[in-house]
């Protein structure tokens, strides 16, 4: 009796040791994970519009420019053609541009 009560006391205990190490071999291997991440660097740009910096991987590319979204980019292409057509006015006139 004593016998059969200490060898399931010793094989519980064998159990949850078991099982905390998994557990916590899990656990580590997150961590490392997070950490390998966490080492990686993101290359950053700057929205010429909202002046945000944005990931390189999430920003849009229009016409050579990166933009953290579509509205930003059409305002910013917008407003260049504008200035880009009044110098272009500004040289017909006999004004300068720089």
Known sequence: ???RFLSFVF???LFFAI???LLSWGKRQRGLRSQERSTETE????DPQCRSYLAKDEAI?????YFCSDECAKVY??????????????DREGGTSL
């Not at 290359?43 to 700057?46: A, I």
């Open 1 to 3: 009796m004593l016998l």
């Open 11 to 13: 094989l519980s205990y």
């Open 19 to 21: 099982l905390k190490f």
């Open 43 to 46: 290359e950053m740009v700057l």
């Open 61 to 65: 590319l229009r016409s050579g420019r």
């Open 77 to 90: 292409l917008a407003r260049g053609k504008e200035n880009d057509e009044g110098a272009g006015m500004k």
